[in-house]
């Protein structure tokens, strides 16, 4: 039998993750995309879309079910390191994993290992992934559409 405080806690952290999803969504994708964004092509140029319909809710559905995995591997490293500013980590850049505590250095790998893994499992390629998120920073239509898709997909009903 679920506690009244259960479903609240519940749909407050649904909420909360709602409102500051959009943020938390550019920042788990940032780790796994940034040197990308240094050396890829300027895919903005051309006037083909970058993602269909289908692509792009697949993207979302990704973002979202890496955002709980981020969450607890960013908490778990700051535990670590204390006080100290956390340094930003890019999954595909040994150089930032490798400057961080040997405990942390794990929890990262493990975080990149699992959300490649998510992004495939949604039928993405690593590729297309990072492909989108590189997008994502200067185009804003595609931005409101991962936005409108993930505000879709977290109003859609849990499953049992």
Known sequence: MKK???????????????QSF???????????????????KAYGQTATPIANNTQIDSYAQAVLAMEPARQNAFEEIKK????????????N????????PRKAQD?????????????????LSIDQFNKITIELQNN?????????????????????
Not at 4 to 18: A, N, W
Not at 107 to 123: E, F, H, L, M, P
Request: hydrophobic share 35%; net charge positive; proline share 4%.
């Open 4 to 18: 009244i405080s259960d479903l609240f806690s519940r749909s407050s952290r649904k909420r909360i993750l709602s």
């Open 22 to 40: 959009f943020f938390g969504a550019i920042a788990t994708v940032g780790l796994i995309s940034n040197p990308f964004s240094l050396s890829s």
């Open 80 to 91: 670590l390191i204390g006080d100290g500013e956390i340094p930003k980590i890019v999954c």
């Open 93 to 100: 850049d040994s150089n930032s994993i490798n400057g961080l």
């Open 107 to 123: 929890i990262a790998v493990n975080y990149c290992t699992r959300s490649q893994k998510i992004v495939q499992d949604n039928g």
């Open 140 to 160: 804003n239509i595609l931005k409101r559409q991962v936005y409108n898709s993930l505000l879709r997909l977290q109003k859609t009903p849990d499953s049992p």
